[in-house]
C-alpha cells in the first residue's frame, strides 16, 4: 500500500512516498519524470516522521549521510547506478563516466546518465552529485539551479 505526504524544503516542497512504509520516492516540484501524482496513494504524515527528521537535520547541515530504508525500483542496471550514487560522499561530484567505469563498463555513460535522471529518490540518493566530464552541470531532474544549489550547500559555498 502507497501513501504520501508532502514537506517543505529550502528547495521547494518534496513529496515523499512510501510502499509499505518503506521510502520510495522523493520528488520535487516541477521535476522531470515526476509520476502522476494518482500513483502516490494516500496521503499520510505520520509514516515519514524519520524521513521528514533526517531531511531537517540534512538541510539544516547536521546530516551528511541518510540511514532509511529504501525500496529503489527500476531495472537491475538503473538499481546499481543507484546504489553507485549513494556511495559519492557528501560535498564531493563524480562524472558519468567515472561512474559508467566504477560499474566496470566505461562505454556506459550515456546509459549511467539516463539512470541517473531516473533516479526515483532525489537528495537522499544524491543524483545532484554527478556532473560532466568538463565539469559542468549537465541534466537534472529537477532543474539545473536547484542542483547548483544543492552543490553549493554541500560544498560550503553558500546556505540555500
Known amino acids: 500500500m502507497k501513501q504520501h505526504t508532502v514537506i ?3 528547495y521547494g516542497p518534496l513529496t515523499l512516498v512510501a510502499e509499505d ?3 520510495c520516492g522523493l520528488y520535487m516540484t516541477d521535476q522531470r519524470h ?3 501524482q494518482e500513483t502516490f496513494g494516500e496521503p499520510r504524515s505520520g509514516a515519514f516522521a524519520e524521513a521528514a527528521e533526517q531531511l531537517d ?3 539544516a547541515g547536521r546530516r551528511r549521510e541518510f ?3 529504501l525500496r529503489l ?3 537491475p542496471f538503473q538499481r546499481r547506478v543507484w546504489e553507485q550514487l549513494r556511495a559519492i560522499p557528501y560535498g564531493e561530484t563524480r562524472t558519468y563516466g567515472e561512474l559508467a567505469h566504477a560499474l566496470g563498463n566505461p562505454q556506459a555513460s550515456r546509459a549511467v546518465g539516463l539512470a541517473n535522471g531516473k533516479n526515483p529518490i532525489g537528495i537522499i540518493v ?3 552529485r554527478v556532473i560532466g566530464a568538463n565539469g559542468s552541470l549537465t541534466g537534472y531532474g529537477g532543474g539545473l539551479a536547484r542542483k547548483r544549489r544543492l552543490l553549493d550547500f554541500e560544498q560550503g559555498a553558500g546556505l540555500f
Open 67 to 69: 540511514t532509511l530504508p
Open 126 to 128: 544524491p543524483c545532484h
Open 57 to 59: 537535520a540534512y538541510f
Open 8 to 10: 517543505d524544503s529550502p
Open 34 to 36: 515526476r509520476p502522476a
Open 21 to 23: 512504509g518503506v521510502l
Open 73 to 75: 525500483t527500476g531495472t
